[in-house]
Protein backbone atom coordinates (compact mmCIF):
# COMPACT_ATOMS: atom_id res chain seq x y z
CA UNK A 1 0.00 0.00 0.00
CA UNK A 2 1.41 3.37 -0.98
CA UNK A 3 2.26 5.70 1.90
CA UNK A 4 0.94 9.09 1.87
CA UNK A 5 4.66 10.21 1.72
CA UNK A 6 5.12 8.51 -1.28
CA UNK A 7 2.52 9.69 -3.28
CA UNK A 8 3.35 11.74 -6.42
CA UNK A 9 4.23 15.43 -5.76
CA UNK A 10 2.71 17.00 -8.50
CA UNK A 11 -0.74 18.46 -8.20
CA UNK A 12 -2.98 18.43 -11.10
CA UNK A 13 -5.58 20.58 -8.65
CA UNK A 14 -4.70 23.66 -8.20
CA UNK A 15 -4.69 25.66 -5.26
CA UNK A 16 -7.73 27.97 -5.20
CA UNK A 17 -11.24 26.72 -5.89
CA UNK A 18 -15.16 27.23 -5.78
CA UNK A 19 -15.78 24.27 -3.64
CA UNK A 20 -16.60 24.87 0.38
CA UNK A 21 -13.97 24.79 2.83
CA UNK A 22 -13.28 20.98 3.93
CA UNK A 23 -14.99 19.60 0.33
CA UNK A 24 -14.34 16.04 0.26
CA UNK A 25 -14.20 15.60 -3.27
CA UNK A 26 -11.02 17.92 -3.72
CA UNK A 27 -8.86 15.81 -0.98
CA UNK A 28 -10.28 12.40 -3.08
CA UNK A 29 -9.40 14.58 -7.20
CA UNK A 30 -6.11 15.00 -6.08
CA UNK A 31 -5.27 11.72 -5.12
CA UNK A 32 -7.30 9.93 -8.92
CA UNK A 33 -5.34 13.28 -10.64
CA UNK A 34 -2.29 11.45 -8.99
CA UNK A 35 -2.67 8.15 -9.79
CA UNK A 36 -3.33 9.00 -13.62
CA UNK A 37 -0.46 11.23 -13.93
CA UNK A 38 -2.94 14.08 -15.25
CA UNK A 39 -2.92 11.87 -18.51
CA UNK A 40 -6.77 11.84 -18.67
CA UNK A 41 -9.68 13.37 -19.90
CA UNK A 42 -12.43 14.41 -17.46
CA UNK A 43 -15.96 13.54 -18.40
CA UNK A 44 -18.08 14.92 -15.71
CA UNK A 45 -22.28 15.97 -15.21
CA UNK A 46 -23.48 19.08 -13.35
CA UNK A 47 -22.58 18.64 -9.68
CA UNK A 48 -20.21 20.41 -7.33
CA UNK A 49 -17.13 18.94 -9.32
CA UNK A 50 -18.62 21.58 -11.83
CA UNK A 51 -18.51 24.11 -9.84
CA UNK A 52 -15.41 22.89 -8.04
CA UNK A 53 -13.17 22.88 -11.59
CA UNK A 54 -15.02 26.42 -12.50
CA UNK A 55 -14.79 28.10 -15.68
CA UNK A 56 -12.01 28.78 -18.24
CA UNK A 57 -9.09 30.71 -17.87
CA UNK A 58 -9.69 30.32 -14.42
CA UNK A 59 -10.21 26.80 -14.18
CA UNK A 60 -8.71 25.06 -10.84
CA UNK A 61 -7.86 21.71 -13.04
CA UNK A 62 -5.29 21.39 -15.37
CA UNK A 63 -6.24 18.71 -17.73
CA UNK A 64 -9.06 18.64 -20.48
CA UNK A 65 -12.31 18.13 -19.54
CA UNK A 66 -15.84 17.80 -20.95
CA UNK A 67 -18.85 19.04 -19.04
CA UNK A 68 -22.03 17.00 -20.61
CA UNK A 69 -25.74 16.60 -19.69
CA UNK A 70 -26.81 15.39 -16.53
CA UNK A 71 -27.94 11.27 -17.49
CA UNK A 72 -25.08 10.92 -20.30
CA UNK A 73 -21.83 10.97 -18.45
CA UNK A 74 -20.66 6.59 -19.12
CA UNK A 75 -21.68 7.11 -22.40
CA UNK A 76 -20.42 10.23 -23.05
CA UNK A 77 -16.93 8.65 -21.67
CA UNK A 78 -18.06 6.50 -24.10
CA UNK A 79 -17.85 8.53 -27.05
CA UNK A 80 -14.65 10.12 -25.82
CA UNK A 81 -12.69 6.55 -25.62
CA UNK A 82 -14.59 5.74 -29.02
CA UNK A 83 -12.70 9.56 -30.65
CA UNK A 84 -9.63 8.48 -29.17
CA UNK A 85 -9.12 5.05 -30.67
CA UNK A 86 -10.59 6.39 -33.94
CA UNK A 87 -7.75 8.99 -33.81
CA UNK A 88 -4.92 6.38 -32.66
CA UNK A 89 -4.40 7.97 -29.42
CA UNK A 90 -5.72 5.51 -27.18
CA UNK A 91 -3.10 4.84 -25.55
CA UNK A 92 -1.93 8.42 -24.95
CA UNK A 93 -4.51 9.18 -21.93
CA UNK A 94 -7.18 7.35 -19.41
CA UNK A 95 -10.89 8.69 -20.01
CA UNK A 96 -12.03 9.08 -16.34
CA UNK A 97 -16.13 9.57 -15.70
CA UNK A 98 -17.19 11.58 -12.63
CA UNK A 99 -19.93 12.24 -10.94
CA UNK A 100 -21.85 12.70 -7.71
CA UNK A 101 -23.86 9.84 -6.26
CA UNK A 102 -27.47 11.83 -7.68
CA UNK A 103 -25.70 11.63 -11.15
CA UNK A 104 -25.30 7.79 -10.85
CA UNK A 105 -27.09 6.04 -8.48
CA UNK A 106 -30.13 7.95 -9.56
CA UNK A 107 -30.43 10.06 -12.89
CA UNK A 108 -27.25 8.41 -14.85
CA UNK A 109 -27.59 4.54 -13.73
CA UNK A 110 -29.39 3.86 -17.28
CA UNK A 111 -25.76 5.27 -19.27
CA UNK A 112 -23.67 3.48 -16.81
CA UNK A 113 -25.56 0.25 -17.03
CA UNK A 114 -25.48 0.46 -20.79
CA UNK A 115 -21.57 0.84 -20.74
CA UNK A 116 -20.81 -1.89 -18.07
CA UNK A 117 -23.36 -4.76 -20.09
CA UNK A 118 -20.59 -3.01 -23.29
CA UNK A 119 -17.59 -3.32 -21.03
CA UNK A 120 -16.40 0.10 -22.48
CA UNK A 121 -12.81 1.40 -22.09
CA UNK A 122 -13.18 3.85 -18.77
CA UNK A 123 -12.91 4.65 -15.25
CA UNK A 124 -15.83 5.26 -13.81
CA UNK A 125 -15.54 7.10 -10.21
CA UNK A 126 -18.30 7.77 -8.71
CA UNK A 127 -18.08 10.95 -5.54
CA UNK A 128 -21.24 9.96 -3.01
CA UNK A 129 -21.54 13.08 -0.43
CA UNK A 130 -24.68 11.24 -0.37
CA UNK A 131 -27.67 13.67 -1.94
CA UNK A 132 -27.70 16.36 -4.61
CA UNK A 133 -25.52 18.66 -3.09
CA UNK A 134 -24.94 21.39 -5.72
CA UNK A 135 -28.59 22.25 -5.67
CA UNK A 136 -28.94 22.82 -1.89
CA UNK A 137 -28.71 19.26 -0.41
CA UNK A 138 -32.14 17.14 -1.94
CA UNK A 139 -31.87 13.31 -1.09
CA UNK A 140 -30.54 10.88 -3.68
CA UNK A 141 -30.69 7.15 -4.06
CA UNK A 142 -27.08 7.34 -1.45
CA UNK A 143 -28.49 9.15 0.77
CA UNK A 144 -28.45 7.15 4.21
CA UNK A 145 -31.69 6.37 6.60
CA UNK A 146 -32.82 9.22 8.90
CA UNK A 147 -30.76 12.03 7.17
CA UNK A 148 -32.36 14.78 6.74
CA UNK A 149 -32.25 17.02 3.67
CA UNK A 150 -34.68 19.57 1.60
CA UNK A 151 -36.71 16.96 0.64
CA UNK A 152 -36.85 14.32 3.23
CA UNK A 153 -37.72 16.80 6.50
CA UNK A 154 -38.15 14.15 8.80
CA UNK A 155 -35.44 12.05 8.10
CA UNK A 156 -34.92 9.49 4.87
CA UNK A 157 -36.42 6.20 5.45
CA UNK A 158 -34.78 4.13 3.16
CA UNK A 159 -31.20 2.82 3.39
CA UNK A 160 -28.79 3.70 0.33
CA UNK A 161 -28.68 1.71 -2.79
CA UNK A 162 -25.58 -0.59 -3.07
CA UNK A 163 -24.23 0.84 -6.25
CA UNK A 164 -21.05 -0.69 -6.63
CA UNK A 165 -22.95 -4.40 -5.97
CA UNK A 166 -25.03 -2.98 -8.91
CA UNK A 167 -21.96 -2.56 -10.86
CA UNK A 168 -20.56 -5.91 -9.86
CA UNK A 169 -23.93 -7.91 -10.75
CA UNK A 170 -22.60 -6.24 -14.26
CA UNK A 171 -19.94 -8.75 -14.10
CA UNK A 172 -17.22 -5.97 -15.11
CA UNK A 173 -13.58 -6.49 -14.24
CA UNK A 174 -13.14 -4.26 -11.43
CA UNK A 175 -15.10 -2.77 -8.79
CA UNK A 176 -14.14 -0.97 -5.80
CA UNK A 177 -15.39 1.33 -2.69
CA UNK A 178 -13.06 3.81 -1.23
CA UNK A 179 -12.97 6.99 0.39
CA UNK A 180 -11.47 10.19 0.14
CA UNK A 181 -10.49 10.33 3.83
CA UNK A 182 -7.95 7.66 3.33
CA UNK A 183 -6.18 9.50 -0.07
CA UNK A 184 -3.50 6.43 -0.51
CA UNK A 185 -6.71 4.10 -0.57
CA UNK A 186 -8.14 6.06 -2.99
CA UNK A 187 -4.48 6.45 -5.54
CA UNK A 188 -3.83 2.78 -5.42
CA UNK A 189 -7.41 1.93 -6.43
CA UNK A 190 -7.31 4.31 -9.54
CA UNK A 191 -3.37 3.14 -10.16
CA UNK A 192 -4.94 -0.70 -10.06
CA UNK A 193 -7.73 0.80 -11.88
CA UNK A 194 -5.83 2.56 -14.44
CA UNK A 195 -3.56 -0.46 -15.34
CA UNK A 196 -6.93 -2.42 -16.36
CA UNK A 197 -8.94 -2.30 -19.65
CA UNK A 198 -12.82 -2.33 -20.13
CA UNK A 199 -15.10 -0.52 -17.17
CA UNK A 200 -13.51 0.45 -13.76
CA UNK A 201 -16.32 1.53 -11.13
CA UNK A 202 -15.00 2.81 -7.83
CA UNK A 203 -17.54 4.60 -5.76
CA UNK A 204 -15.50 7.09 -3.11
CA UNK A 205 -17.25 8.53 -0.13
CA UNK A 206 -16.71 12.58 0.39
CA UNK A 207 -17.73 14.15 3.28
CA UNK A 208 -19.94 17.14 2.98
CA UNK A 209 -19.60 19.82 5.64
CA UNK A 210 -21.87 22.23 3.90
CA UNK A 211 -25.28 19.06 3.16
CA UNK A 212 -24.00 16.98 6.09
CA UNK A 213 -23.85 19.96 8.52
CA UNK A 214 -20.59 19.84 10.14
CA UNK A 215 -17.50 21.46 11.00
CA UNK A 216 -14.89 21.76 7.64
CA UNK A 217 -12.14 20.84 9.74
CA UNK A 218 -13.49 17.51 11.12
CA UNK A 219 -14.04 15.99 7.26
CA UNK A 220 -11.28 13.44 7.41
CA UNK A 221 -11.94 12.83 10.83
CA UNK A 222 -15.58 12.01 10.39
CA UNK A 223 -14.78 10.22 6.98
CA UNK A 224 -12.66 7.57 9.07
CA UNK A 225 -15.46 7.32 11.56
CA UNK A 226 -17.99 6.42 8.67
CA UNK A 227 -15.19 3.36 7.89
CA UNK A 228 -14.96 2.64 11.66
CA UNK A 229 -18.59 2.28 12.23
CA UNK A 230 -19.01 -0.22 8.44
CA UNK A 231 -20.86 2.69 7.27
CA UNK A 232 -18.38 3.03 4.40
CA UNK A 233 -16.14 -0.04 3.99
CA UNK A 234 -13.20 0.21 1.92
CA UNK A 235 -12.79 -3.03 -0.15
CA UNK A 236 -12.10 -3.89 -3.85
CA UNK A 237 -13.19 -6.87 -6.27
CA UNK A 238 -10.97 -7.98 -8.97
CA UNK A 239 -11.91 -10.48 -11.43
CA UNK A 240 -14.56 -11.73 -8.91
CA UNK A 241 -12.03 -11.76 -6.18
CA UNK A 242 -13.32 -10.05 -3.20
CA UNK A 243 -10.87 -8.07 -0.37
CA UNK A 244 -11.14 -5.81 2.26
CA UNK A 245 -8.41 -3.30 1.96
CA UNK A 246 -6.81 -0.95 4.52
CA UNK A 247 -8.74 -0.05 7.51
CA UNK A 248 -11.52 -2.09 7.17
CA UNK A 249 -9.42 -4.75 6.23
CA UNK A 250 -7.31 -3.99 9.78
CA UNK A 251 -11.09 -3.73 11.28
CA UNK A 252 -11.73 -7.25 9.98
CA UNK A 253 -8.47 -8.53 11.41
CA UNK A 254 -8.49 -6.99 14.99
CA UNK A 255 -11.07 -8.12 17.89
CA UNK A 256 -11.43 -4.39 18.47
CA UNK A 257 -15.05 -3.99 17.29
CA UNK A 258 -16.46 -0.99 15.37
CA UNK A 259 -17.43 2.03 16.52
CA UNK A 260 -21.30 2.22 17.15
CA UNK A 261 -23.13 4.24 13.98
CA UNK A 262 -24.60 6.37 16.89
CA UNK A 263 -21.50 7.40 18.03
CA UNK A 264 -21.16 8.97 13.69
CA UNK A 265 -24.64 9.84 13.11
CA UNK A 266 -24.66 12.19 16.52
CA UNK A 267 -21.54 14.36 14.85
CA UNK A 268 -24.13 15.87 11.99
CA UNK A 269 -26.16 18.11 11.99
CA UNK A 270 -28.19 16.48 8.91
CA UNK A 271 -29.42 13.27 11.80
CA UNK A 272 -30.60 16.08 14.51
CA UNK A 273 -33.55 14.40 15.66
CA UNK A 274 -33.18 10.61 14.45
CA UNK A 275 -35.00 8.33 16.44
CA UNK A 276 -33.59 5.58 17.92
CA UNK A 277 -36.14 2.96 16.40
CA UNK A 278 -33.92 4.55 13.01
CA UNK A 279 -30.64 4.30 14.44
CA UNK A 280 -31.23 0.91 15.70
CA UNK A 281 -32.52 -0.19 12.31
CA UNK A 282 -29.62 1.91 10.55
CA UNK A 283 -27.16 -0.48 13.22
CA UNK A 284 -29.15 -3.38 12.34
CA UNK A 285 -28.45 -3.08 8.22
CA UNK A 286 -24.61 -2.08 8.96
CA UNK A 287 -24.14 -5.07 10.75
CA UNK A 288 -25.71 -7.66 8.45
CA UNK A 289 -23.99 -5.87 5.63
CA UNK A 290 -20.43 -6.24 7.40
CA UNK A 291 -20.88 -9.93 8.02
CA UNK A 292 -21.22 -10.72 4.20
CA UNK A 293 -18.43 -8.62 3.99
CA UNK A 294 -16.28 -10.51 6.43
CA UNK A 295 -17.53 -14.03 5.02
CA UNK A 296 -16.57 -12.75 1.78
CA UNK A 297 -13.34 -11.51 2.34
CA UNK A 298 -12.26 -14.51 4.44
CA UNK A 299 -13.17 -15.97 0.83
CA UNK A 300 -16.12 -18.41 2.24
C1 LIG B 1 -31.23 17.30 -16.40
C2 LIG B 1 -30.85 18.16 -15.23
N1 LIG B 1 -31.61 18.16 -14.12
C3 LIG B 1 -31.29 18.91 -13.06
C4 LIG B 1 -30.16 19.70 -13.10
C5 LIG B 1 -29.84 20.57 -11.90
N2 LIG B 1 -28.71 20.09 -11.16
C6 LIG B 1 -27.45 20.55 -11.35
S1 LIG B 1 -26.33 19.90 -10.31
C7 LIG B 1 -27.52 19.00 -9.54
C8 LIG B 1 -27.18 18.13 -8.35
C9 LIG B 1 -26.21 17.02 -8.67
O1 LIG B 1 -26.16 16.10 -7.62
P1 LIG B 1 -25.07 14.98 -7.59
O2 LIG B 1 -25.00 14.27 -8.87
O3 LIG B 1 -25.29 14.16 -6.38
O4 LIG B 1 -23.69 15.78 -7.45
P2 LIG B 1 -23.33 16.87 -6.31
O5 LIG B 1 -24.03 18.12 -6.66
O6 LIG B 1 -23.75 16.31 -5.01
O7 LIG B 1 -21.85 17.02 -6.44
C10 LIG B 1 -28.77 19.19 -10.12
C11 LIG B 1 -30.03 18.54 -9.67
C12 LIG B 1 -29.39 19.71 -14.27
N3 LIG B 1 -28.29 20.43 -14.39
N4 LIG B 1 -29.74 18.93 -15.33
S1 LIG C 1 -21.82 21.34 -1.02
FE1 LIG C 1 -20.57 19.67 -0.14
S2 LIG C 1 -19.83 18.46 -1.92
FE2 LIG C 1 -20.55 20.46 -2.67
S3 LIG C 1 -18.71 21.78 -2.75
FE3 LIG C 1 -19.73 22.13 -0.76
S4 LIG C 1 -18.74 20.66 0.67
FE4 LIG C 1 -18.25 20.00 -1.43
Not at 28 to 44: F, H, P, S, W, Y
Not at 82 to 105: I, N, P, Q, S
Not at 207 to 214: K, L, T
Request: charged share 20%.
Amino acid sequence: MTRVTELPTTEHLLSGNRACAGCGIGIGLRAITKALDGQMVLVNPASCLTVLGGMYPIASLDIPWINVAFPSTAAAAAGVRAGLRAMGREDEMTVLAMAGDGGTADIGIQALSGAAERNDDFIYVCYDNEAYMNTGTQRSGSTPAGARTTTTWAGKRENPKDVPAIMEAHGIGYVASTSAAYPTDVYDKVLKARGRSGLRYIHMNTPCPSGWNFDPKDTVRLGKLAVDTGLVVLYEVEDGVFRLTGRSAALAKSDKSRTPVADYLKTQGRFRGVSDETVAEVQAWVDERWARYLARHAGE
